[in-house]
């Protein structure tokens, strides 16, 4: 199924600027889901720049970029690196947008409108691109065997973000600070393998070099 909901906001303020959805047969996109979309646009700072956020059956995932906050809901078994890479297009389409219709000065216009949905004109060309990943299989040709970008999406539920009032640039604090102690100990863990073999192989080395000092010393000296 295609991404179901799909929001472009403002960061600073979680201002709604376009909005689309698209409720897949028997997959409806509920007030609820409405309500936790505004709920996270709210929530989200430029300090959180990925996250996969699970509700029940559906996932929202968000990136932030150039003091935008583009997110889109999808089934719990959609690929996430499809979420995402489905809203790097949308936000390559939305930005070019911004650019040709204000040139220079796109960042004034977007930072200065009071009115939300001010870019509705704007939906056309999301649910352009939003048509193009009903073909999962399609869009998965689109993807490399790199995993590292998907293994820096932090992943929360909807009840640690809005029954809480969690911050999401704290969290993305703390996902930092974990995977630098994970670095950490990684390093240890290789640096003591390594301390180990040395010991392991020490003795063997050192008779080693002791039969071809004595080899060379004899035939060769």
């Known amino acids: 199924m295609p991404p179901l909901l799909t929001q472009v906001a403002r960061v600073s303020d979680g201002l709604p600027l376009v909005a689309i959805q698209t409720p897949a047969p028997g997959i409806p996109v509920t007030t609820q889901d ?21 509700s029940g059956d559906k996932v929202f995932s968000y990136m932030v970029r150039d003091s935008l906050c583009f997110l889109t809901m999808t089934e719990a ?11 790097d297009e949308v936000g390559d ?13 796109w960042r004034v216009e977007v930072d200065q409108t009071a009115r939300p949905f001010r870019f ?22 689109k993807l490399n065997d790199d995993l590292s970008e998907i293994q820096s999406i932090m992943k929360k539920n909807i009840t640690d973000i809005l029954d809480r009032g969690e911050k999401l640039d704290n969290v993305q604090n703390i996902s930092q600070e974990l995977m ?18 040395m010991q392991q192989y020490m003795p063997v080395i050192v008779i080693a070099v002791i039969v071809v000092f004595i080899i060379y010393v004899k035939f060769f000296w």
Do not use: C
């Open 34 to 54: 409405q309500k936790e979309a505004k709920a996270l646009l709210r929530k989200i700072t430029a300090g959180a720049n990925k996250m996969s956020i699970t």
């Open 77 to 87: 078994r959609y690929p996430k690196r499809l979420s995402f890479l489905y809203l």
């Open 93 to 105: 389409l939305v930005l070019q947008e911004l650019v040709r219709e204000f040139g220079a000065n």
């Open 120 to 141: 509705i004109h704007y939906d056309p060309i999301i649910q352009r691109k939003q048509k193009e990943f009903q073909d999962e299989r399609q869009q998965r040709s």
């Open 180 to 197: 630098s102690k994970s670095n950490n100990f990684k390093w240890g863990t290789r640096k003591l393998t390594w301390q180990a073999r």
